[in-house]
């Protein structure tokens, strides 16, 4: 007999599926985007606008193992490699830290020679399709540290449980008006919060980029692999607005706004850097809490302006 409960009111809430004749196991689907949220300010608010789709999470709650299934709709609006992924503690259970724990973090070893089923430099593989009954044995990285973890979050229902996951890229970061940010290196440009990022200082969350740098791996001394890796296209910003043109030239309306190619403007990645306590920095490419997207946060977007062609 298999027991259904929901767990979170509203129409996109987590459902959890119980079957005692088996080792129990948890399932939750849910809504992920790039989208802000306001239950924890700070926590992908610059992430990818373009992103948006469901993810099912399946937990073994016996054994502690996961399965993790992107639908098809989130993985075709992911424009960047997936470098990286991790189950935050947004309640701050954790005494390590008071901006929550990246307690579970996944990606890099799900390789065949550790027991997975993806090549050594698919990331996008390792953080997303690759994750099936994870932690294996082979995996041989803190298996039962997660495992015991994984058992945790089937535990309390996955309240509190925010799935974040980051990316190759990013874009330049916008004031109210629209405008860039030029690039100053104070203490609240180099981090993901308020503060100097003294644990990771060569792999920030928020970087000085110029407009024509398409290299992935600029100011991130953590993912050498993604060094000398150029984009196919320059960096938009957070409205989706490209201010040189093909061949790396100022459009006529970054020129009216004073932008030139030698300044560097406040640039947000997505990538599994940042300002933490003890593991990687709260912001990221896209994410959604376990338990559903009460804030509907997700329904409605990316916004319908995002992206369309820009007068000038």
Request: with cysteine; proline share 5%.
């Amino acid at each position: 007999m298999t027991f259904w409960k929901l767990i979170a009111p509203g129409a996109l809430a987590a459902a959890l599926w119980v079957t005692p004749a088996q080792a129990d196991t948890v399932t939750f689907e849910f809504d992920v985007c790039g989208a802000p949220n306001s239950t924890v300010p700070g926590w992908v608010p610059n992430g990818d606008p373009n992103v948006n789709g469901k993810v099912t999470i399946e937990i073994d709650a016996e054994k502690g193992l996961m399965t993790m299934i992107p639908s098809e709709e989130l993985t075709s609006s992911i424009k960047y490699t997936v470098l990286h992924a991790h189950l935050y503690d947004a309640k701050f259970r954790l005494a390590s830290t008071d901006k929550g724990q990246s307690t579970i973090c996944w990606a890099y070893y799900n390789t065949t020679s550790r027991g997975g089923v993806c090549d050594p430099d698919d990331y996008t593989c390792q953080s997303l399709t690759g994750v099936s009954e994870w932690p294996w044995q082979e995996y041989g990285y803190a298996v039962n540290f997660y495992r015991d973890y994984l058992k945790r979050v089937a535990a309390e229902g996955g309240e509190g449980w925010y799935l974040m996951l980051h990316f190759a890229g990013g874009h330049f970061a916008t004031d109210d008006e629209g405008g860039l940010i030029e690039w100053d290196g104070s203490p609240f440009m180099e981090a993901s919060f308020e503060g100097m990022n003294s644990i990771r200082p060569a792999c920030n969350a928020r970087i000085g980029r110029k407009l024509t740098d398409r290299n992935f791996g600029t100011a991130d001394a953590c993912n050498p692999m993604m060094h000398g890796v150029m984009a196919d296209e320059y960096f938009a910003d957070a409205n989706g607005n490209r201010w040189v043109d093909d061949d790396g030239n100022l459009i006529e309306e970054a020129v009216a706004r004073g932008y030139d190619l030698e300044t560097e403007y406040l640039f947000f990645n997505y990538r599994d850097n940042g300002q933490s306590d003890r593991w990687g920095g709260p912001e990221g490419g896209a994410g959604g809490f376990l338990t559903g997207d009460d804030e509907g946060r997700c329904a409605n977007w990316p916004l319908q302006s995002y992206s369309l062609p820009q007068d000038g």
